[in-house]
Nanobody, 116 residues
C-alpha cells in the first residue's frame, strides 16, 4: 500500500501562485508514475500533470507553461508549482501514484480556489 497526503491548497487571486505538495509513504518502491489530477464541481476528474519514474513530465494543454510538476524520489515527494492561476483552475487537486503492476493510489485531495 501507498499513502499519499497533499498539502498547499488555498485561496488565491487570479494571476497568483500556489505550490502543492504530495508526500508518499508506505511501499514507495512500487511507485512508477506520479501525477496530479483535479476535479471541479460538476465535472469529471481530469489529469493535470504527470511525472514518470525517469523524470519525464506531461501536462494538460490547459496548464502548459503555467504549471510545473517535480518529483524528489529521495524525499518521496511530488510538487506542483502553479503560476498565473485562473478562476477555471479552481478545483480539488488530487495526488496520484501508479504502481508498476497496475495498482493505483489517491490522496484525499486539497482545495484550490482562484478568485477573479
Amino acid at each position: 500500500q501507498v499513502q499519499l497526503v497533499e498539502s498547499g491548497g488555498g485561496l488565491v487571486q487570479a494571476g497568483g501562485s500556489l505550490r502543492l505538495s504530495c508526500a508518499a509513504s508506505g511501499n514507495i518502491f512500487s511507485i512508477n508514475t506520479m501525477g496530479w489530477y483535479r476535479q471541479a464541481p460538476g465535472k469529471q476528474r481530469e489529469l493535470v500533470a504527470t511525472v514518470f519514474n525517469g523524470g519525464r513530465t506531461n501536462y494538460a494543454d490547459s496548464v502548459k507553461g503555467r504549471f510545473t510538476v517535480s518529483r524528489d524520489n529521495a524525499k518521496n515527494t511530488m510538487r506542483l508549482q502553479m503560476n498565473s492561476l485562473k478562476p477555471e483552475d479552481t478545483a480539488v487537486y488530487y495526488c496520484n501514484a501508479a504502481g508498476f503492476y497496475g495498482s493505483n493510489f489517491w490522496g484525499q485531495g486539497t482545495q484550490v480556489t482562484v478568485s477573479s
